[in-house]
């Protein structure tokens, strides 16, 4: 047990930071080559590129993913009425796997027969060709990330929009506030700590992006859909250059470590 | 108690909506609602529909007719691919992980939560600290060892690196945590052997955690992709995901693929439908990802 950890958990998890510092080949020979691996990558245009795509998709679809749970976890809030079979509903897709949402969206997305495109043409728009445009492919996965995942952090919402005290509520509502006024002055206030969680979570996850586009784009159009895991996993398995790919997994480490640092001081600075 | 009485309850004092707003505001959140959950469910539909439909001819309208329904595609799907063989191979990947990890992640959170012994808190925060690496980051370290191992290509390689599952072991040490010391102190006292406490009161009392913690490990290896695709290099070794993402980039009829994919949402669906309650409580209360 303790030997499987130290093997499988805590042996990579140095050995990713050791690996980065030597130029590992597959041959198993390995030379201490210091940060060379690091100015490499920084000197790297498909590292730059690499990394402007995660980013990009992490800013659409952080946004899209968060109001679509927040968006249906206030409608299950407030409709009564047959709440645990919308609710599973909606968990429905996460219990599934990203390649299966990548492969049916792909279908969707399709130029010729898919079904978005079918009925677009009854509207008489298109035929558009989601998946190899550079300016559609990434909002495209993105949707199909969120479709995959939202259930999860719509929970999490839910969760937190029913600990909201009703008294709180029932105090605004006395003293006149609407709706609108409610909702943005007690509930959302109330809901920060949850809503850092979802957005910690989702931003991570967005980051480590790399099923979606091996399934539905392969990285194209001319790597507009390349991410850095996509980077780091043609590194190790298409080039077999072992150091500079666990170069760019400490990279990536670093990006998660800091995003959940930066988010933790904006959001959730007075809690 | 009287002086509460006393008073004539409280009306909140709010404008009144008019009587038409209210309802039309009644009306509008249920459609919004109906009409998401249609959305959410339609990718499912069209992946059944054309499954489902003759494979010649173009999708629409074709797919949406009934009369036309076939099994064409699936038993062609079942004949020119490998899939027997990838369910298999995902049936033992997730059900031998699921077996393993509950048996562990309770042991090593017992010892966590309730025995002494050196350097507990020093391990305790390793594994806490090996929680926050993201799996992409060690996944070149974990395929060389796995490679020195000669275990590549292998159930051994698959299987046997998932199971150090750091977030299981986590969940049951709170969880075990909260049950109270004099348990295991009388059973001691009372000369019970180690393995004893472990099977006689260790694991009737994690019981419902071990329910949930099973069908999120379940459905962690079930949808895996990274780890199975690098792992199970020969067709052979590929589990279901791994292969319905091939089957997608050779030339295999859509039709097929989507036959395919029905298969392989098949078990998800199953868990989801019996369990759907024990996972979404758990979700809401520990925060847990599948």
Request: glycine fraction near 6%; charge should be neutral; charged fraction near 10%.
């Amino acid at each position: 047990m303790l030997v499987l950890f130290l093997a499988f958990r805590f042996l990579p998890a140095i050995g990713a930071f050791l690996l980065s510092l030597t130029d590992y080949r597959i041959s198993g020979k390995w030379d201490f080559i210091a940060l060379d691996n690091y100015t490499r990558l920084m000197s790297d245009s498909v590292f730059h590129e690499a990394l402007l795509v995660t980013i990009t998709y992490t800013v659409i679809f952080v946004p899209l993913t968060v109001l679509l749970s927040l968006g249906t976890a206030v409608l299950l809030h407030q409709v009564v009425w047959k709440r645990g079979f919308f609710r599973g509903v909606f968990f429905l897709p996460y219990v599934t796997s990203i390649v299966l949402a990548a492969v049916i969206w792909k279908w969707i997305y399709d130029a010729q027969d898919g079904l978005l495109n079918s009925v677009l043409g009854l509207v008489n728009i298109g035929p558009i060709d989601f998946l190899s445009q550079s300016n559609t492919v990434l909002p495209s996965i993105a949707v199909t990330s969120a479709w995959k995942g939202f259930g999860y952090s719509m929970l999490i919402l839910l969760a937190g929009l029913q600990a909201v005290p009703k008294s709180y509520l029932e105090a605004a509502m006395i003293d006149g506030a609407g709706t609108w006024q409610r909702f943005r002055y007690v509930t959302l206030p109330q809901l920060r700590p949850v809503l850092f969680f979802v957005l910690v979570i989702e931003t991570i996850g967005a980051f480590q992006v790399f099923d979606a586009m091996f399934v539905m784009t392969g990285g194209g159009p001319v790597r507009s859909s390349y991410s850095l895991v996509y980077f780091l996993y043609d590194s190790g398995f298409k080039y077999f250059d072992f150091g500079y790919a666990s170069a760019i997994g400490l990279v990536l480490f670093l990006i998660v470590l800091i995003v959940s640092l930066v988010q933790r001081r904006l959001v959730g600075r007075d809690d | 108690m009287a002086q509460v009485l006393d008073r004539p309850p409280v009306r909140p004092v709010v404008e009144k909506p008019s009587a038409g707003r209210r309802t039309a505001g009644r009306l509008t959140l249920p459609t919004l609602l109906a009409l998401t959950a249609i959305v959410t469910i339609v990718p499912f539909a069209a992946m059944v529909l054309v499954a489902f439909a003759p494979p010649s001819g173009r999708t629409f309208p074709d797919a949406l007719n009934p009369a036309n329904f076939t099994l064409e595609n699936f038993s062609k799907v079942l004949s020119s691919s490998d899939i027997p063989r990838w369910t298999v191979n995902s049936l033992l990947y997730s059900l031998v992980s699921v077996a393993c990890v509950l048996l562990f992640a309770s042991m090593a959170g017992y010892a966590f939560a309730k025995k002494k012994f050196p350097g507990r808190e020093i391990m305790f925060w390793a594994f806490l600290a090996t929680l926050m690496v993201p799996f992409q980051a060690t996944l070149i370290p974990s395929y060389i060892l796995v490679a020195k191992l000669d275990w590549v290509d292998s159930y051994w390689g698959l299987i046997v690196p998932t199971l150090a599952n750091s977030q299981a072991v986590f969940l049951m040490r709170q969880f075990i945590m909260q049950l109270p010391d004099e348990l295991f102190e009388a059973a001691e006292i009372d000369g019970a052997p180690e393995w004893r406490i472990f099977t006689m009161i260790v694991l009737p009392l994690v019981r419902p955690v071990l329910a949930t913690l099973g069908i999120f490990v379940f459905l962690w290896h079930w949808n895996d992709f990274l780890w199975p695709l690098v792992i199970g290099q020969s067709g052979q070794m590929q589990t279901l995901t791994v292969g319905l993402a091939t089957l997608q980039t050779q030339a295999v009829p859509i039709n097929q693929v989507m036959a395919g994919a029905t298969i392989t949402v098949v078990p998800s669906l199953l868990v989801f439908g019996l369990l759907q309650r024990y996972l979404t409580d758990s979700i809401a209360m520990s925060g847990l990802k599948a």
